[in-house]
């Protein structure tokens, strides 16, 4: 570990990693090893999570491929020094900005979109111009060999580095030096990793988690909202960190719109989700007891409810009458539930909202401009969704990143570049005529000008 990180820094010394060639070839060799090798991909994600191969195919390898193209069209223009106007007391001079690459990464990466979060955030780090160690998730072993064996094979060696491991391995990986953590999976481990990295005054990027709500009101299209809150919710089992977590809806759509929910999930996963191709699996037992225990004992189920822990599945569950204080509403579920609650308007909506943690996403079906200005004024949430729930993921163009407890910093396009580089000020001022001479002391008192001056304006005195 320590060679390999040593390595990584010796690398990024020589100055390899700067010319914008160098990251092209990167980015055009990693588009190539996922095209290359997207069957054996899409089978390691479907061995670790019994994800359908369309939905790795779309939301994890093409969101990669996505990305590589949109950072590298754009990488000439951002790497360019940005030019700024110098104040009057300074001429003659010039300044600008320039972004540089912070040096070597380490990026954490979680099991539930064990591609895609490995990748996405390597590729704004190599349009930035760093190394990037990885250390991908234990609990989804499949891809991450695959991703070690892969990216050894189709990366500069020099630059990159995977390394495999568990919580003792990452809690030696985190005492390494590194310029920046970006570290994505839940909030507890994300304050050890903070932690770990204040000792070394390390910059982190912390994408976590949370309960993303919905709010439905009576004015929405409640067939749009069914089908698009199900999708949502119940793409990859639940195992999304923008997934729909609970839905807020005045009382008297509880019903109808946990019906329509549970027709959807009919209509997507048949009437034995347990024998769809397109429905994943819970990642390990750990998860599936936890979600288990979520689930209620009462009959307050709505639809679904079945669950086989040998096969660790967990049928797409739709869930009413729950109380604020029950267990599914005191964690992020992460899982095929859906509790639907009860609130009598908008306004207690964001109060309910509001009481709690700043969710990573916060999701709004409406047709009401008021409702939709209340939300974006007066919520705060990572990404906000008016009738789309996920949406904003999917958009190399839009920054990808919490708030508060759901996380710290953003990355995708221009805010990933950002995130993996120093701006850096520079400033020229010619050495004649020397008019910086009129700041050097001994100090001369200021004749103020009297009709200009203002009493609270600061005044030079004589030594
Ligand atoms: P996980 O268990 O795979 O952990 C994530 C990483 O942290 C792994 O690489 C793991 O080895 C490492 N890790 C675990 N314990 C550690 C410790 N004590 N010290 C150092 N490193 C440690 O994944 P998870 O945390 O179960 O992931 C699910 C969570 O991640 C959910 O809360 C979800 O919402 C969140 N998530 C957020 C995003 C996002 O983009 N914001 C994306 C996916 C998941």
């Given amino acids: 570990m320590n060679d390999t990180v040593a390595r990584l820094h010796r690398t990024f010394n020589t100055g390899v990693t700067l010319p914008l060639a160098w990251r092209r070839k990167q980015l055009d060799s990693m588009e190539r090893m ?10 390691a994600v479907y061995r670790d999570l019994g994800k359908p191969a369309p939905e790795t195919a779309l939301m994890e390898i093409k969101l990669v491929t996505n990305e590589i193209r949109f950072v590298g069209e754009r990488l000439q223009r951002w790497t360019r020094r940005h030019p700024v106007m110098m104040p009057l007391l300074m001429q003659p001079s010039r300044g600008w900005t320039v972004a540089e690459p912070k040096g070597v990464v380490l990026v954490i990466s979680p099991w539930n979109y064990p591609l895609m979060l490995s990748l996405e955030p390597m590729v704004d780090a190599i349009a930035a111009g760093n190394c990037v160690c990885l250390k991908p998730s234990e609990l989804s072993p ?117 019906r329509k929910i549970a027709a959807f999930t009919r209509k997507f996963f048949g009437d034995n989700p347990a024998k769809s191709a397109s429905y994943a699996r819970i990642i390990n037992t750990k998860q599936f007891d936890r979600l288990a225990r979520l689930l209620p004992a009462d009959g307050e189920t709505f639809s679904g409810g079945e669950t086989d822990r040998e096969h660790l599945y967990i049928a797409p569950t739709v869930l009413i009458n729950v109380r604020p204080d029950d267990p599914v509403m005191q964690e992020e579920i992460f899982g095929p539930i859906l509790p639907i609650l009860a609130v009598r308007n908008a306004a207690e909506a964001v109060a309910f909202i509001n009481e709690r943690e700043k969710p990573l996403a916060l999701y709004v079906f409406t047709r009401s401009k008021t409702t939709r200005l209340l939300f974006e004024r007066h919520t705060s949430s990572g990404a906000l969704g008016f009738n789309l729930p996920l949406g904003h993921l999917l958009s190399s163009r839009l920054p990808f990143g919490g708030i508060g407890a759901s996380g710290i910093g953003s990355y995708h396009g221009k805010a990933g570049f950002l995130e993996f580089s120093h701006v850096k000020t520079v400033t020229s001022k010619p050495t004649f005529p020397d008019t910086l001479r009129i700041a050097y002391p001994p100090y001369k008192r200021i004749v103020a000008n009297k009709k200009r001056s203002r009493p609270s304006e600061p005044v030079i005195h004589d030594k």
């Fill in 34 to 43: 996922l095209n290359e090798n997207r069957k054996a991909l899409e089978q």
């Fill in 142 to 258: 499949n891809t991450s060999g695959l991703l070690e064996r892969l990216i050894g094979e189709y990366l500069d060696p020099r630059g990159f580095a995977v390394l495999q491991g568990a919580v003792p391995e990452t809690t030696k990986l985190l005492r390494q030096p590194f310029d920046h953590i970006f570290y994505t999976g839940n909030g507890k481990v994300g304050s050890i990793v903070m932690e770990a990295a204040a000792k070394q005054l390390t910059p982190v990027t912390l994408e976590l988690g949370g309960k993303s709500p919905v709010f439905v009101d009576a004015s929405a299209n409640l067939d749009v909202a069914a089908g698009r809150i199900a999708w949502g919710r119940f793409t990859n089992a639940g195992q999304t960190c923008v997934a729909p977590d609970y839905v807020l809806t005045t009382p008297e759509l509880v019903e109808p719109l946990a």
